[in-house]
């Protein structure tokens, strides 16, 4: 760096003073809140895959538990063995404001949690609103099928 | 008086003297033909805010030619080009052209570029709104996905939905580090879902995965800056258009890594970045110095300690409170 340059970096440090930005940064809005309804925090459970919806404007990333996820990991298909939970979370998507080409998650405006229990069929719970509370579904079977049918997003 | 009057001679005398020391001569003024297939009230703004310093096609003012002033002037040309040279624009491919219209724009958005000190001086490279509002028009009609796409009227090919793991490496240790030296790291599946991504603009989709350390972190809301091994893995992937038109998470591009130690890569602004493309994880990067790249594009973050991302909030203990309530 030539000396003219460090004079002026120098000068610019002193003439700003040191302000440091110390707000930390959370995406508050798209978390899951200590009102909504829900069995679990499911944001805390571990990815398997995600999709967007471009025409609704939303994102979506599907959850396991661990026995989901083990599952997930070795076969693609929807035959979770007993004591999977999948959580699939859809955010209503926002452009991103420190990149423009980007939309990022902002509210959360569902959760669906399939649990696989005994040998009856998955069972499906859909929760929605603000905040998050249990609601009745008119489509659990095509939802079950198309969450189900999700395999694990692939990395080497 | 009279003093004074031999001191200005004196500086004056020196002022003409330094005139002739300039610094070497670089290309100035070679014409750059308008690019073709963009716009030209685009072209216009380009040449109008950027080429002075991003392009072999310079307009100096009076002023930029006077010493010391040309020392500076030359120095940003020199520096401003290696970033970005708008006369090699056409060596570039149709993507690359894009990723690079979108990355520079979001300099501009930033308030990065052009540069405070530049249009401070000359006024007329500052980009009015007007301006801002013409590239950003132009930039969702390239944007690899529109932001309003027809639903394909092709079916997606069915049976070949499950692409399993095929590829899968199974010896990590065989991963080559990058040149500056970071390993890669298998574990980050295992970790949890820090944000995800939709980059329309070309067309991937990311998950941001966070270490135990990471996600600690936010849970306790020290996130600015982020503690000593906290670690980032952003992961990309192909966006694949389905028959209904959602889209799901298609080939894997790449993963990045942003490891935080402030005194290990005190360098590199406290973090070691890393990138690994492709089903072979080919460690990104031609010398030990291409994290200066990481670190350029993340600049207009440096307060939020270089990190783009906004985490979800995942913190445990808040969510069981609700749970006791009940």
């Not at chain 1, 040998?119 to 198309?146: C, F, M, Q, W």
């Not at chain 2, 030209?40 to 040449?47: D, M, P």
């Not at chain 2, 291409?290 to 913190?315: A, R, W």
Request: proline fraction near 6%; charged fraction near 20%; include cysteine.
């Amino acid at each position: 760096m030539k000396p003219i340059h460090s004079i002026i970096i120098v000068l610019i440090i002193i003439l700003s003073g040191c302000n440091r930005n110390n707000e930390n940064n959370i995406n508050e809005k798209a978390s899951v809140s200590a009102l909504d309804a829900l069995p679990e925090n499911p944001l805390l459970l571990s990815p398997i895959t995600f999709s967007i919806n471009p025409n609704k404007a939303t994102m979506s990333t599907l959850y396991g538990n661990k026995i989901a996820f083990q599952h997930a990991k070795i076969k693609a298909d929807s035959s979770y063995p007993n004591g999977a939970v999948l959580y699939e979370v859809t955010w209503k998507q926002k452009a991103d404001s420190l990149w423009y080409g980007a939309n990022i998650p902002d509210k959360i405006i569902s959760v669906e949690k399939i649990q696989f229990t005994g040998n009856t069929a998955p069972k499906y719970e859909l929760y929605a609103g603000h905040p998050l509370k249990k609601v009745s579904s008119n489509d659990e079977n095509k939802r079950t099928t198309i969450i189900l049918s999700k395999g694990m997003v692939e990395t080497p | 008086m009279k003093k004074g009057l031999k001191i200005f001679a004196i500086l004056l005398l020196v002022f003409i003297a330094l005139q002739f020391w300039k610094p070497e001569e670089i290309e100035y003024s070679t014409p750059t033909k308008d690019f073709t297939n963009v716009p030209a009230e685009v072209n216009t703004i380009l040449r109008n805010s950027c080429f002075d310093c991003h392009s072999n096609t310079v307009n100096l003012a009076w002023f930029d030619k006077i010493t010391p002033a040309n020392f500076i002037v030359a120095s940003h040309i020199k520096d401003g080009r290696k970033a970005l040279n708008f006369s090699d624009w056409d060596k570039l491919e149709k993507p690359k052209q894009s990723a690079t219209l979108y990355y520079a724009f979001n300099k501009i958005l930033s308030g990065e570029m052009p540069l405070k000190s530049y249009t401070a001086l000359h006024p007329s490279a500052k980009l009015e709104d007007s301006s801002v509002e013409v590239l950003k028009n132009y930039l969702t009609t390239i944007a690899v996905r529109k932001t309003n796409p027809a639903i394909p009227s092709i079916a997606a090919p069915k049976g070949i939905e499950k692409i399993l793991p095929n590829k899968k490496i199974t010896d990590y240790t065989k991963v080559k580090a990058t040149l500056n030296n970071i390993s890669y790291i298998p574990d980050f599946r295992n970790w949890k879902a820090v944000s995800t991504s939709d980059r329309f603009d070309n067309g991937s989709m990311r998950i941001i995965y966070g270490n135990e350390i990471a996600v600690k972190a936010i849970a306790e809301h020290q996130t600015n800056p982020w503690p000593d091994g906290a670690i980032f893995a952003k992961t990309a992937w192909k966006q694949k258009i389905e028959a209904d038109g959602t889209i799901s998470a298609g080939a894997f591009i790449q993963v990045e890594f942003m490891i935080k130690d402030a005194k290990k890569y005190e360098a590199t602004k406290g973090w070691g970045w890393a990138r690994w493309k492709g089903n072979d994880l080919k460690p990104y990067g031609d010398n030990a110095n291409f994290d200066q790249e990481c670190i350029s594009c993340h600049n207009p973050v440096k307060n939020n300690d270089y990190v783009f991302t906004t985490p979800l909030h995942l913190d445990i203990n808040k969510f069981n409170i609700y749970n006791k309530n009940k």
